[in-house]
């Protein structure tokens, strides 16, 4: 009889204690998600966009959908490989620059109306160049000129000088 009751008062406890073991060994471990980076700026016409995960790793095919201020969709497209995407500025409005790269992962970045420069229609944008051969070489020919003068002119000088 005596048994009996011993059985039924440690079962209970033998159950949470073993329970216990186990929830301990199993340990939950937490979980840190790493976060989305989205940056966006204007040069021009153009808008150019870069996307990375917080540990530096580039979001690659990551959809981009980009609205107006009113919340409608005016474009979407996808990032390269090196998280880069770049679009042409539909319409001088605030441009709301969505990424979505996955599961749980979105950004976005706004980009306000007085932040982009529309060219004036039938203009062309000015382009600025560098140095050309052609410029270099006509550059060294007029130092060249108007030292080849400076000295016929001193030589003409000293002529005269002797002369007299």
């Known amino acids: ?18 329970l216990v073991g186990c929830l301990l060994w199993v340990r939950i471990e937490p979980v840190e998600a790493h976060r989305v980076n ?17 540990g530096g790793r580039r979001v690659n095919a990551g959809k981009i959908i980009v609205l107006d201020s009113q919340g409608t969709e005016l474009l979407s497209g996808a990032t390269s490989e090196k998280g880069e995407f770049s679009f042409i500025v539909p319409k001088k409005t605030e441009l709301k620059i969505v990424l979505v790269a996955g599961t749980g992962h979105r950004a ?27 410029g270099i070489i006509t550059g060294l020919g007029f130092i ?7 000295a016929y002119l001193r030589s003409r000088k000293k002529k005269n000088s002797d002369s007299s």
């Open 1 to 18: 009889m005596k048994s009996d009751i011993l059985e039924s008062n440690l079962a209970k406890p033998i159950f949470y204690l073993f």
């Open 38 to 54: 989205l940056f966006a700026w204007v040069e021009g016409d153009t808008v150019y966009v870069e996307s990375k995960f917080s």
């Open 108 to 134: 976005e970045w706004t980009i306000s109306a007085n932040e982009i420069e529309m060219p004036a229609a039938g203009k062309k944008p000015v382009s600025e160049k560098g140095a050309t051969v052609k």
């Open 144 to 150: 060249f000129g108007l030292t080849a003068i400076a």
